[in-house]
């Protein structure tokens, strides 16, 4: 069974730069979520996509964008960078929306 | 929204000894889960434990619902055992809202 997989693992931009990051969901899976974690604190959840479609939303600007394809894998877009948006970021995935949640690796995104 | 608080923040032990962590949250849940996460950053799910009692080796969780608190229990604690440790909570169906975690040291 394959677990939840991120692409890439680090990645540095620039401040306005776009940034795309990748998740592959776990076998079987047809929910993904995707948190951010800045340094020492606890994730927060920027959005889910269930079956292709938005099933959620946290308190994340709409630069903030992501989408799902068919085989449940998923993007996470995010225009004009901002110095504050250094963090690492994870991707979970579920059964179900409701059924717990299994995390990638993260990819950790540096902002200069 | 829902508020999750763990503690304590901050924990540092010798090797071989037993820690209880907790976790207090503000409303219901459908889920709760416990994750480590490692130095490098890779989040591990340790427990699904939205009621009752788990065990896993040297690990074990409770969590009484109707007093919405969850404890994880940490036996025998050895060094590979570092890192934060994380409760996380779930309404409905859709995100987890973590606490901030609780940071557990061990030394040899």
């Known amino acids: 069974e394959t677990g939840v997989t991120q692409s890439p693992t680090h990645l540095i931009k620039t401040r306005g730069q776009q940034v795309t990051l990748r998740c592959s969901s776990q076998s079987g899976h047809n929910t993904v979520s995707w948190y951010q974690q800045a340094l020492g604190q606890g994730p927060q959840f920027i959005f889910q996509y269930y079956r292709e479609e938005e099933n959620g939303r946290g308190n994340f600007p709409p630069r903030f964008s992501g989408l799902q394809f068919p085989n449940y894998s998923s993007e996470l877009n995010v225009n004009a960078l901002e110095l504050d948006d250094s963090a690492l970021y994870l991707c979970a995935s579920s059964l179900y929306p409701t059924q717990p949640q299994h995390f990638g690796d993260g990819t950790r995104l540096s902002i200069l | ?108």
């Open chain 2, 1 to 108: 929204g829902i508020q999750v608080e763990q503690s304590p923040p901050d924990l540092i032990l010798q090797e071989g000894a037993n820690s209880t962590l907790r976790c207090n949250f503000s409303d219901s849940v459908n889920n709760l889960q416990w994750f480590h996460q490692n130095p490098w950053g890779q989040l591990i799910n340790l427990f699904y434990i939205p009621s009752g009692t788990k065990q896993n080796g040297r690990l074990s969780a409770t969590t009484v619902a109707t007093e919405r608190y969850s404890l994880l229990y940490i036996s025998s604690s050895q060094t590979t055992d570092s890192g934060v440790y994380f409760c996380a909570v779930q309404q409905g169906a859709q995100k987890l809202v973590f606490g901030q975690g609780t940071r557990l040291t061990i030394n040899p």
